[in-house]
């Protein structure tokens, strides 16, 4: 009996069969398993930075090689008062989106009495709700 | 003061070949970013674990039992609970998976192409000999070796080369370039050995069991034109990408072909050289006995048998063994530990080679100077460059010579 055909190339989903993981269970190294998810989550995120910085400094290099740019026009350039502005409303819009979790904790330390969600569950179980005005 | 550091060597040096995937900028800049990140977990992160040991954990061990850690693995118990042995280990077992992950993400977008160049070299190949009645071994199934997702083996299309070609992608970036640019140090390690201590050795046959994608067997082949070369292995895939990898190179007499080191498809003393690299320790512990027969077996009386390990742990001081012993524990090598307590001395004697035939000897990968940073031997301060233990291509060569056969 032939074992059944394997697929063809083309049929397969190279970034599912990328992140296929090892036979062998993992160790766990660091006390906490969530942290440890998170250290793997970030490493390969500076992993992904490392890459995008690079591309830049081809992108760099090349515009120099070209004479697009000359060497240090990027050292020397100094962003006129317009520049500054949109660049100080990307760059607060940037830290307020990577440490949103933080602020939703600051936001959530002035409504301290908030029931849960479960708590509302019960709660809209209620038959004795009044009704609206 | 601190020696500069010495420039890392990046995967562009890498040496291609017909069936070497292609990697893009950003892919290229991925291993790199990998192999930087080897490299100072190595040299930076690696020595606070010795650190640690020395500062803290060996103290607090010594106070709690009024004696020294006895082995490796009370050296492991008490270290595992130690902060920076914690993130110095799973630093580097992300970096082994983020490698996987990198290099199966190169291969698999190209897959259809990379196979159509292996077929178009590998097609009525009489030098491609594949067994599909040739079975995994156990100790081949049981996990996948050093984290690599489907081992050595898995088939994932017909005809498939990936896994070979994931592995071969990777090797440059998990040893930060130190087995070379074909990642063939080793095997050319041991044709510069016997070109200096056997003189005028010119074997005929040569056989290298567990090739995995022939890259420590090209270099014999290359050293020794005139020799038949069988390569063997248990696993298709690597054997079909090792065959177009070697024809590629120009190498056309190695024959690859599946079969299992426990019953070589060869006839009596019908090799003058049999080598394997970095192999026994995928191995088991009913199968190293049973293919070191095989080994004297085929070999023929008066042939040479060669086999590079990292070292062995008799006589190693504990922590040291206890460092080399991370990637049993900690990157899918489950008879690693074992197999470096085993008296290989004694293994080849059971095996059938006379008494006092064993030899052994250091071995350093051959590589090209200009281009990659030398091989680091022992530990050292913190000013210079760590042994990476466990990755390090410095090894422990054992063999031995066949008697030759009596009057």
């Given at each position: 009996?032939?074992?059944?055909?394997?697929?063809?190339?083309?049929?397969?989903?190279?970034?599912?069969?990328?992140?296929?993981?090892?036979?062998?269970?993992?160790?766990?190294?660091?006390?906490?398993?969530?942290?440890?998810?998170?250290l793997s989550i970030t490493l390969a995120v500076a992993g992904e930075l490392s890459v995008?910085?690079?591309?830049?400094?081809?992108?760099?290099?090349?515009?120099?090689?070209?004479?697009?740019?000359?060497?240090?026009?990027?050292?020397?350039?100094?962003?006129?008062?317009?520049?500054?502005a949109a660049r100080d409303a990307w760059g607060r819009e940037y830290i307020a989106r990577?440490?949103?979790?933080?602020?939703?904790?600051?936001?959530?330390?002035?409504?301290?009495?908030?029931?849960?969600?479960?708590?509302?569950?019960?709660?809209?179980?209620?038959?004795?709700?009044?009704?609206?005005? | 003061?601190?020696?500069?550091?010495?420039?890392?060597?990046?995967?562009?040096?890498?040496?291609?070949?017909?069936?070497?995937?292609?990697?893009?900028?950003?892919?290229?800049?991925?291993?790199?970013?990998?192999?930087?990140?080897?490299?100072?977990?190595?040299?930076?992160?690696?020595?606070?674990?010795?650190?640690?040991?020395?500062?803290?954990?060996?103290?607090?061990?010594?106070?709690?039992?009024?004696?020294?850690a006895a082995d490796r693995h009370e050296v492991r118990r008490a270290m595992q609970r130690?902060?920076?042995?914690?993130?110095?280990?799973?630093?580097?077992?992300?970096?082994?998976?983020?490698?996987?992950?990198?290099?199966?993400?190169?291969?698999?977008?190209?897959?259809?192409?990379?196979?159509?160049?292996?077929?178009?070299?590998?097609?009525?190949?009489?030098?491609?000999?594949?067994?599909?009645?040739?079975?995994?071994?156990?100790?081949?199934?049981?996990?996948?070796?050093?984290?690599?997702?489907?081992?050595?083996?898995?088939?994932?299309?017909?005809?498939?080369?990936?896994?070979?070609?994931?592995?071969?992608?990777?090797?440059?970036?998990?040893?930060?370039?130190?087995?070379?640019?074909?990642?063939?140090?080793?095997?050319?390690?041991?044709?510069?050995?016997?070109?200096?201590?056997?003189?005028?050795?010119?074997?005929?046959?040569?056989?290298?069991?567990?090739?995995?994608?022939?890259?420590?067997?090209?270099?014999?082949?290359?050293?020794?034109?005139?020799?038949?070369?069988?390569?063997?292995?248990?696993?298709?895939?690597?054997?079909?990408?090792?065959?177009?990898?070697?024809?590629?190179?120009?190498?056309?007499?190695?024959?690859?072909?599946?079969?299992?080191?426990?019953?070589?498809?060869?006839?009596?003393?019908?090799?003058?050289?049999?080598?394997?690299?970095?192999?026994?320790?995928?191995?088991?512990?009913?199968?190293?006995?049973?293919?070191?027969?095989?080994?004297?077996?085929?070999?023929?009386?008066?042939?040479?048998?060669?086999?590079?390990?990292?070292?062995?742990?008799?006589?190693?001081?504990?922590?040291?063994?206890?460092?080399?012993?991370?990637?049993?524990?900690?990157?899918?090598?489950?008879?690693?530990?074992?197999?470096?307590?085993?008296?290989?001395?004694?293994?080849?004697?059971?095996?059938?080679?006379?008494?006092?035939?064993?030899?052994?000897?250091?071995?350093?990968?051959?590589?090209?100077?200009?281009?990659?940073?030398?091989?680091?031997?022992?530990?050292?301060?913190?000013?210079?460059?760590?042994?990476?233990?466990?990755?390090?291509?410095?090894?422990?060569?054992?063999?031995?010579?066949?008697?030759?056969?009596?009057?």
């Amino acid at each position: 009996m032939n074992p059944p055909r394997l697929p063809e190339p083309a049929e397969l989903d190279p970034v599912a069969l990328a992140n296929r993981r090892a036979k062998g269970k993992r160790p766990q190294f660091l006390d906490d398993p969530a942290l440890e998810r998170v250290l793997s989550i970030t490493l390969a995120v500076a992993g992904e930075l490392s890459v995008a910085r690079e591309r830049i400094d081809t992108l760099e290099r090349l515009l120099v090689q070209r004479g697009v740019l000359a060497a240090g026009d990027i050292e020397a350039f100094a962003p006129d008062s317009a520049a500054l502005a949109a660049r100080d409303a990307w760059g607060r819009e940037y830290i307020a989106r990577i440490l949103r979790i933080v602020e939703h904790d600051v936001q959530a330390m002035s409504d301290a009495a908030e029931p849960t969600v479960e708590q509302w569950m019960d709660k809209l179980d209620d038959h004795d709700e009044p009704a609206p005005p | 003061m601190s020696s500069a550091p010495v420039a890392t060597p990046s995967w562009r040096q890498v040496g291609q070949h017909a069936v070497f995937p292609q990697a893009t900028h950003d892919e290229v800049a991925r291993f790199d970013f990998l192999t930087r990140l080897n490299v100072h977990l190595s040299q930076k992160v690696l020595p606070g674990v010795r650190q640690a040991w020395q500062t803290r954990v060996e103290p607090a061990f010594k106070a709690e039992h009024g004696r020294p850690a006895a082995d490796r693995h009370e050296v492991r118990r008490a270290m595992q609970r130690d902060l920076h042995y914690q993130l110095w280990s799973t630093l580097r077992r992300n970096s082994m998976e983020m490698r996987q992950q990198a290099g199966r993400s190169v291969v698999f977008r190209q897959l259809a192409a990379l196979r159509d160049k292996a077929d178009a070299l590998n097609d009525g190949a009489a030098t491609l000999k594949l067994d599909p009645g040739i079975e995994q071994p156990r100790y081949q199934r049981a996990v996948d070796i050093h984290c690599m997702p489907g081992s050595y083996h898995a088939e994932v299309v017909e005809r498939d080369i990936a896994a070979g070609a994931n592995y071969d992608a990777g090797l440059f970036v998990t040893t930060a370039g130190m087995l070379g640019r074909y990642a063939d140090g080793g095997g050319q390690a041991i044709a510069e050995w016997l070109a200096q201590h056997r003189p005028g050795f010119k074997p005929r046959r040569i056989l290298d069991i567990g090739c995995t994608i022939g890259h420590n067997i090209v270099p014999l082949a290359q050293a020794f034109p005139d020799a038949q070369v069988v390569a063997i292995d248990t696993a298709a895939t690597v054997l079909r990408y090792a065959h177009a990898r070697a024809k590629s190179l120009g190498v056309h007499n190695i024959e690859f072909r599946q079969a299992a080191g426990e019953a070589v498809p060869a006839a009596d003393n019908s090799f003058d050289l049999v080598t394997t690299a970095m192999f026994w320790h995928e191995t088991s512990t009913t199968a190293m006995p049973r293919i070191m027969r095989e080994v004297y077996r085929v070999l023929a009386p008066g042939g040479v048998t060669l086999h590079l390990e990292q070292p062995q742990y008799a006589g190693m001081d504990p922590f040291e063994a206890f460092m080399r012993d991370w990637d049993a524990y900690n990157n899918n090598e489950p008879f690693w530990t074992r197999m470096h307590e085993a008296d290989l001395d004694r293994l080849l004697t059971e095996s059938g080679f006379a008494p006092g035939a064993y030899f052994e000897t250091v071995m350093q990968a051959k590589v090209d100077r200009t281009l990659f940073p030398p091989p680091i031997i022992g530990g050292g301060s913190e000013d210079t460059r760590q042994e990476d233990f466990g990755r390090t291509p410095t090894w422990t060569a054992f063999g031995a010579t066949k008697a030759a056969a009596a009057g």
